[in-house]
């Protein structure tokens, strides 16, 4: 399988914030920023798979800043990573305000997609072509993220498991803000 390059499905989506997408405190609604960085995830891994890519992990979701209507938001996506049937795509999402001429990072966030085929079944996707400093970092950076996220699950499995309330939790509960009021179990 020929690999294929970065910049070939890089994708850029630009979209208008309009009065429609906004919450209830007037900033725009968290759900519309999130569906158009599944849009332009999509997008890249498609393009780079050459078959349909469903959404199975987001990480790094974090809205630092919010976003006003009216802004005009750039979200910017490339293939970071592939596996053998899934692709990890970075997106940068950046907020402009027209009037003013200033732009602003919001936040940059990894949708892990898979491929599939025409059948339905998970599809091998072709090797990415690193071809600068930049490529080979935000490759490697996903990998150790991978590592990160599996030794995460496994301590937290683990957690879950061996759970009980004891005098060590208890502890740990003493200075948060919450009261433990413990109902017996029928
Ligand atoms: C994605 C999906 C096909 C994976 O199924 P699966 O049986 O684990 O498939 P495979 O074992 O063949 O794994 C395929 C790849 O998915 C990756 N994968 C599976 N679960 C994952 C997870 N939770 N996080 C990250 N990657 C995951 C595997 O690591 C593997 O990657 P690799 O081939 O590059 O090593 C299945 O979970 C699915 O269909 N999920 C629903 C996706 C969807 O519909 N999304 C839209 C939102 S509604």
Do not use: W
Request: aromatic content about 8%; glycine content about 6%.
């Amino acid at each position: 399988m020929d690999g294929r390059t970065v910049a070939f499905s890089q994708s850029t989506i630009i979209e208008l914030m309009v009065p429609s997408y906004a919450n209830f405190g007037g900033k725009v609604h968290g759900g519309t920023l999130m569906s158009l960085m599944d849009k332009v995830a999509y997008v890249c891994a498609s393009k780079h798979a050459g078959n349909y890519c469903v959404t199975v992990s987001v990480e790094n979701l974090e809205f630092l800043q919010p976003v006003e209507v009216g802004e005009v938001i750039k979200l910017m996506g490339s293939v970071n990573y592939v596996g053998r049937k899934s692709l990890v795509v970075g997106i940068k999402v950046v907020a402009e305000n027209l009037q003013e001429g200033v732009s602003k990072h919001t936040n940059t966030c990894y949708f892990t997609m898979v491929a599939k085929d025409a059948d339905g079944n998970t599809a091998q996707v072709p090797p990415l072509i690193l071809k600068t400093h930049d490529d080979v970092r935000r490759f490697l950076s996903a990998l150790e993220r991978k590592r990160l996220r599996l030794q995460d699950h496994e301590f937290m499995d683990k957690y879950r498991q061996d759970f009980v309330y004891d005098t060590a939790s208890a502890e740990l509960l003493s200075d948060q803000r919450c009261h433990v009021m413990l109902e017996p179990e029928s």
